[in-house]
């Protein structure tokens, strides 16, 4: 058989085989809600959306006047743009990162500390 032929029939079979496959990992992420972050800025969202959120005084300060609200910050924690060279990622004990996301048709930033056991929501920038 010649080689082309043999090409041909190996890459049918392997669209074959990675659409299966692609259908197989969206259907088992849809029903576990399993993500899969390779990059570090999903990487980063997805640990700071796993622990419990507390608010500064600031941030109190607008969910109180309703000038923001939970929701945004979520929006923030899902959608967002982490800025890694405005964050401080190697303090201790808390690392510190700044979140930027459209919010309200309005560029804002989101200034985060992301401890062992919770997330604390610093400032917010318009």
Not at 44 to 69: A, F, G, M, T
Not at 106 to 121: G, I, Y
Request: with cysteine.
């Amino acid at each position: 058989m010649p080689f082309l032929k043999r090409l041909g029939f190996y890459l049918i079979g392997l669209s074959f085989g990675l659409v299966i496959l692609a259908f197989f990992f969206k259907k088992k992420s849809e029903k576990t809600g399993a993500e899969f972050c390779y990059l570090p800025n999903c990487r980063v969202l997805k640990d700071l959306r796993s622990k419990p959120l507390s608010y500064s005084e600031d941030i109190s300060l607008l969910l109180r006047d309703r000038k923001l609200d939970s929701t945004d910050i979520a929006l923030f924690l899902r959608a967002g743009d982490v800025n890694f060279k405005r964050s401080d990622t190697r303090s201790e004990p808390c690392t510190t990162f700044v979140i930027n996301a459209t919010l309200h048709d309005r560029d804002a930033v989101l200034t985060v500390r992301n401890c062992e056991n919770e997330v604390v929501v610093e400032t917010m920038q318009w």
